[in-house]
């Protein structure tokens, strides 16, 4: 691993760092920055989320970084993981912050990720001297770069005591906009973005929501919908857009065979238009 310094003074992507509080002197990076100073967001959330909170950070990750959104977060598990590899999926660039010192990867789990990170022409950051292990006041002073090197938050799944909400709090003094996902109610995951919503974060159930305040030109930018190789794979397809993501009602909205049906989500999960969430449940890709 290649470890480069640098000053956010000396680059047009990172001089947004200069206006937040305590700006770090100096970064170390593995990787590539963006040349240029281009839209940018966190997506940042719990570490353990469901299935709901990972399909929709699967969803905005993924929608954001394929109209060219840089999407920025800190290699976490749970949320932060989830939104760096769906960038990665979906051919975009992503950059993760980390609470140690490089050549370190933490938590050395994501070391794989971290690389290929590096390898599709993202960055790993960090304001630690190398080697500096993580401690737990240099997680939420991470989050201020975090937020900090984003044009906006987007927070997508969050407990009432989520770290995420110092990453939240850091968006709003550095008067970035932040964009919460309403959860349900009854969900523990789900108690910090409502509270959050009721303090007045803007709530997002759309990428649309988000390009209209950081990139509007991109804003009505549709991506269609991939084709199947057989009119009942299209039809799944459809369906699954649709919003039914429940395999036996997609068996019933399709009008087929559990055998057909299962032979046509194999091959559209085989060809990457479709993701299976575990538990009979699906989504695109």
Avoid at 216 to 221: F, G, N, V, W
Avoid at 225 to 241: C, D, F, M, R
Avoid at 265 to 283: F, R, V
Wanted: aromatic share 4%.
């Amino acid at each position: 691993m290649k470890i480069n310094t640098i000053s956010p003074d000396t680059s047009i992507f990172l001089q947004i760092l200069s206006s937040i509080a305590k700006p770090p002197k100096s970064l170390r990076f593995a990787g590539t920055l963006p040349a240029s100073r281009v839209p940018t967001v966190a997506i940042v959330g719990t570490r353990k989320p469901t299935k709901y909170g990972q399909e929709i950070t699967q969803m905005l990750a993924s929608e954001l970084a394929r109209r060219g959104i840089v999407i920025v977060s800190g290699l976490a598990f749970g949320v932060d993981s989830i939104a760096h590899r769906a960038a990665l999926e979906a051919g975009g660039t992503t950059l993760a912050v980390l609470a140690n010192g490089l050549p370190e990867i933490y938590p050395a789990a994501h070391k794989n990720l971290a690389e290929q990170i590096i390898k599709s022409g993202g960055a790993i950051l960090s304001e630690y001297p190398d080697h500096e292990s993580a401690k737990s006041w240099t997680f939420l002073q991470r989050n201020r770069i975090v937020s900090g090197l984003s044009d906006a938050v987007i927070i997508t799944e969050a407990g009432s005591r989520s770290g995420t909400l110092n990453t939240a709090m850091h968006a709003l003094e550095q008067g970035k906009e932040v964009f919460v996902v309403p959860g349900n109610i009854t969900s523990a995951m789900s108690i910090g973005c409502n509270e959050l919503l009721k303090q007045g974060a803007t709530p997002v159930t759309h990428v649309d929501d988000i390009l209209d305040v950081i990139a509007p030109s991109l804003q009505h930018e549709q991506t269609s919908l991939p084709l199947g190789s057989t009119p009942l794979e299209t039809k799944v397809i459809a369906l699954i857009a649709s919003g039914i993501r429940d395999g036996d009602e997609l068996q019933q909205q399709s009008e087929t065979t559990a055998t057909e049906l299962s032979t046509a989500l194999t091959m559209l999960e085989l060809n990457g238009s479709i993701k299976n969430l575990g538990a009979n449940q699906w989504t695109i890709r």
